[in-house]
T-cell receptor, first 111, second 113 residues
Framework: DVKVTQSSRYLVKRTGEKVFLECVQDMDHENMFWYRQDPGLGLRLIYFSYDVKMKEKGDIPEGYSVSREKKERFSLILESASTNQTSMYLC??????????FGEGSRLTVL | GNSVTQMEGPVTLSEEAFLTINCTYTATGYPSLFWYVQYPGEGLQLLLKATKADDKGSNKGFEATYRKETTSFHLEKGSVQVSDSAVYFCALSVTDSWGKLQFGAGTQVVVTP
């Protein structure tokens, strides 16, 4: 089974803090994604990566950056957290048939 | 651009009732279509998929048929259980999009005993 592990299930941070969300996959998948999930808005793509050190902006990249130094690890960075970044963050990898495999999510609250 | 529209929830049903969740899409090219399910406190899981017109995806008693003429991919289940209570997301993926999925807003389903 594909396993996508997100390092923190729940985080509480203060406005202006730098926040790191980590995601690790064990299936050697090329493509990895970060989405945020908000009620009534579904999932929106923040960034994705198709190879080590390669990244592309998604639909809502503002206020975020990413890092992919190793194939199995894809990190989402909030340089200066703001209250409107309070959300559920979901990491995913892409399997061979096009489907995405998701982690359990990281619920971030910014006070 | 690409978009997915699904019916708003919550949808509240009694156990053993018939469930339909409508999903329509707009896409350039020939998308693959997916239904994902999210149980409380968990990430999304793939429920079923269809990759071309007239394909029927099925899993765990759920079915959806890829209808190109109506640009729809409605999810159905003949007899729901309390354990089917979850949020259901319709999504599409277009070729050469790096596998990105475009999601609908999600539909919450609540099944009561």
């Amino acid at each position: 089974d594909v396993k996508v592990t997100q390092s923190s299930r729940y985080l509480v941070k203060r406005t202006g803090e730098k926040v790191f969300l980590e995601c690790v996959q064990d299936m050697d998948h090329e493509n990895m994604f970060w989405y945020r999930q908000d009620p009534g808005l579904g999932l929106r793509l923040i960034y994705f990566s198709y190879d080590v050190k390669m990244k592309e902006k998604g639909d809502i990249p503002e206020g975020y950056s990413v890092s992919r130094e190793k194939k199995e690890r894809f990190s989402l960075i909030l340089e200066s957290a703001s209250t409107n970044q309070t959300s559920m963050y979901l990491c995913a990898t892409r399997g061979g048939s096009g489907e995405l495999f998701f982690g359990e999510g990281s619920r971030l609250t910014v006070l | 651009g690409n978009s997915v529209t699904q019916m708003e929830g919550p949808v509240t049903l009694s156990e053993e009732a018939f469930l339909t969740i409508n999903c329509t899409y707009t896409a350039t090219g020939y998308p693959s279509l997916f239904w994902y399910v999210q149980y409380p406190g968990e990430g999304l899981q793939l429920l079923l998929k269809a990759t071309k017109a007239d394909d029927k995806g099925s899993n765990k008693g759920f079915e959806a048929t890829y209808r190109k003429e109506t640009t729809s991919f409605h999810l159905e289940k003949g007899s729901v259980q309390v354990s089917d209570s979850a949020v259901y997301f319709c999504a599409l993926s277009v070729t050469d999009s790096w596998g990105k999925l475009q999601f609908g807003a999600g539909t919450q389903v609540v099944v009561t005993p």
